[in-house]
């Protein structure tokens, strides 16, 4: 015999006033919804509920639902199916209940959940850190008992299963039985505190996320989401029995914006920056805010500043996207203050993530899938630090010491602005539309100013290709120089002491506080920085004007004229779309809506400092982007030729051919002994010739 085992459910009866209170809600404000909704289920099976709207109906419910959700969605469950609408033949109509909308007292941060939330419904917001496949969960279980086969279906609450304490035969042995029971889709979400949420050195809290039934695989990791539903707790760990997890059961999602245009604005503060933006010497003070502990280096620190306000997005009619975030390479000497330049910048970023090349991964960069504990025994998507400051800046310090393999998934993210994951299975992409900050060293600790660039670092050249901007920091012996770093390196210091003295004593000559103070002082606090940046890229989106066209078109041009004569490439088409954003950038920190030709201008002189650093060949003088895309000059690809050629000829005639005739043959050809004997090296380097003996070499492929 079979029998069905319940509990008593009051949202059933009239004993829950609340079914009476929501029948009444549906029929005079949500009737239209829920018409529309019959009409597409079950293939649409939410009906999504603003809170403010419950609120304006009847205040008490909606303060009832906050504090005792489970009691009041049941009886709102009971109360939907009341409601008079055309079934359409439906043999059950049991919609998802979703409330949005909670009211920003009940919109914690992730940090200040506790335990008074708990059973409560509330609303989180988060980046999200990891996510599971999609598992079955049992909704109604079917057991049977094994001695006499009674069945027994019983609605499954929570995360525990529940089965029947004991069989009418008095035997407490059960089966589930798979095909009779009812299962839901299942996942597993992990997020954690928006970065623009912390300060500091926080570390960002985190909170598990269960999805059910129609809203799994809605968001993906690196999404910033807002999660409303019921506060649970979680089996405590073995080893600590008395402490639980808590978990947030959602009732309600959705994609949130996930950029620097995060940050709430005043209307005092949009005024303070308007006038910030209409002052002639903006550019001067912005420069001088950014790390006034750190002296000189303005070229790069402009740069950086042309970075934080960015370039605008293109989104092409045929779909496709032109990114608007610029990204920077710096190179430099040890102790030349690239980290502190990186620390500086990731404090004045709206939103930003700082790492380390020596402690990055590949994973850890960019995104993953792994498997552990949390997809319970399956594949979990994992995003890294690009994709989760998507929508901001990322700082890279010790760019060089990152794993080869691991350094290989940056080449999508900083092009494409996606990181693609194949792996167990699972494919899929995410935005990483994030602007890179990344400083290096060269390979053997300081520069040597004979050695061509790409030689002395230990990055790729189709990675550093992939910057719009790279600059040389080199620490150079100048005695003037030198005093002036002293100076304000030893006031920095004093200024230090001083207010920390005067804290613990109170008895600081405050006149002589004050006059060091002014000098590190920046000209616009750090706050007011972070949202001057804010405003632009919300609000300012500047139009290329005819002059600056003409200006950027003219400056490429003559570039790519430097080579044409002799083949070489001073520029490619990225400098190119380099030069619009940094334009853009400049008009942005103005709040115009053009850019016009001192835009253009600024971000000329930006690129050509640049490139006339790091990309001008030492043998002709000319800037050779060559030295960047394939990690050799022009001029040298061509003198290597010449040595290579020499060496196929010789090699039609005799078995070995004898360095001496190669170096006596390069010098009839304009290259001298010692110029032809790196050559030599660098061919035999790269797997074009051998040598079988000393003072004999062979091409590794003849002439035919």
């Known amino acids: 015999m079979d029998t069905v085992e319940t509990q008593k459910d009051l949202t059933s009866t009239d004993e829950n006033p609340y079914v009476n209170m929501f029948e009444m809600f549906f029929e005079t404000v949500y009737k239209k919804e829920i018409e529309r909704l019959v009409e597409n289920y079950p293939d649409k099976k939410s009906l999504e509920i603003d809170f403010k709207k419950l609120e304006k109906f009847d205040f008490e419910l909606a303060d009832d639902l906050i504090e005792k959700p489970d009691y009041v969605i049941d009886a709102a469950n009971v109360a939907i199916k009341k409601v008079d609408v055309p079934a359409l033949e439906l043999d059950e109509f049991s919609p998802h209940l979703r409330f949005f909308n909670l009211p920003k007292d009940r919109v914690p941060l992730i940090r200040d959940i506790s335990a008074k939330h708990l059973n409560k419904m509330i609303a989180v917001e988060g980046i999200i850190r990891e996510i599971t496949d999609v598992f079955p969960k049992l909704k109604v279980a079917t057991w049977q008992c094994r001695r006499c086969g009674n069945t027994y279906r019983i609605p499954q609450e929570g995360n525990q299963i529940t089965q029947p304490s004991v069989c009418e035969c008095k035997h407490k042995d059960f089966t589930l039985v798979a095909e009779k029971s009812e299962f839901v889709d299942f996942q597993r979400i992990q997020i954690q505190e928006p970065l623009e949420q912390i300060k500091g050195n926080e570390q960002p809290s985190q909170l598990h996320i269960y999805v059910s039934d129609d809203i799994v695989n809605r968001v993906f990791a690196g999404n910033k989401t807002k999660f409303s539903g019921i506060l649970r707790l979680s089996e405590p760990k073995k080893e600590k029995k008395a402490v639980y997890g808590r978990y947030l059961e959602t009732i309600h999602l959705e994609e949130t914006q996930k950029d620097f245009a995060d940050v709430d604005i005043t209307p005092e503060e949009e005024a303070e920056i308007k006038t910030l933006a209409q002052d002639p010497k903006i550019y001067d003070k912005l420069i001088a805010s950014l790390a006034p502990s750190i002296y000189g280096h303005e070229i790069v620190k402009e740069a950086i500043i042309m970075q934080l306000f960015g370039g605008v997005k293109k989104n092409m009619p045929d779909k496709s996207t032109i990114r608007g975030n610029i990204h920077i390479l710096l190179i430099g000497d040890p102790g030349a203050a690239k980290s502190m330049m990186l620390l500086a910048t990731n404090k004045i970023a709206p939103k930003s993530i700082y790492v380390a090349g020596k402690t990055t991964t590949g994973a850890g960069i960019a995104a993953s899938a792994v498997k552990d504990e949390f997809g319970e025994g399956g594949w979990t998507l994992k995003a890294g630090a690009l994709v989760l400051a998507s929508g901001g800046l990322a700082a890279i ?308």
Do not use: C, W
């Open 397 to 704: 310090d010790e760019f060089d010491k990152m794993d080869a393999n691991d350094r290989s998934a940056l080449h999508e993210a900083l092009e494409q602005q996606t990181v693609s994951v194949a792996k167990a299975g699972i494919i899929a992409r995410f935005k990483t539309e994030t602007s890179v900050l990344a400083a290096a060293n060269p390979k053997f600790s300081r520069f040597d100013p004979y050695t061509p660039f790409m030689e002395q670092i230990n990055l790729p050249p189709t990675l550093v290709s992939r910057f719009d901007l790279f600059f040389m920091i080199r620490d150079i012996l100048d005695k003037t120089r030198d005093q002036e770093i002293a100076d304000h390196i030893l006031k920095s210091h004093r200024l230090g002491e001083m207010l920390y003295r005067s804290q613990k004593t109170d008895t600081m000559d405050l006149q002589i506080i004050k006059e060091i103070e002014e000098m590190a002082t920046p000209p616009i606090a750090p706050e007011l920085f972070s949202k001057y940046i804010s405003y632009t890229r919300q609000n300012v989106f500047p139009v290329l004007s005819d002059e600056a066209i003409k200006a950027i078109t003219e400056f490429y041009v003559n570039l790519r004229d430097m080579g044409r004569k002799d083949g070489s490439y001073a520029a490619t088409h990225r400098q190119l779309e380099g030069l619009v954003r940094m334009s853009e950038a400049s008009a942005r920190v103005r709040l115009s809506l053009t850019v016009d030709i001192e835009d253009a201008e600024r971000a000329i002189r930006l690129l050509k400092t640049a490139l006339q650093e790091l990309v001008t060949d030492p043998e002709t003088g000319k800037i050779d982007f060559d030295i960047i895309a394939t990690g050799q000059s022009h001029s040298k690809v061509a003198s290597m030729k010449k040595i290579l050629g020499i060496i196929k000829e010789k090699a039609m005639e005799m078995d070995m051919v004898p360095v001496s005739d190669v170096l006596e043959e390069a010098k009839t050809q304009g290259i001298d002994k010692d110029k032809a004997m790196d050559l030599l090296s660098q061919l035999q380097k790269e797997g074009e010739i051998y040598r079988p003996r000393n003072n004999f070499v062979r091409p590794v492929q003849k002439n035919t």
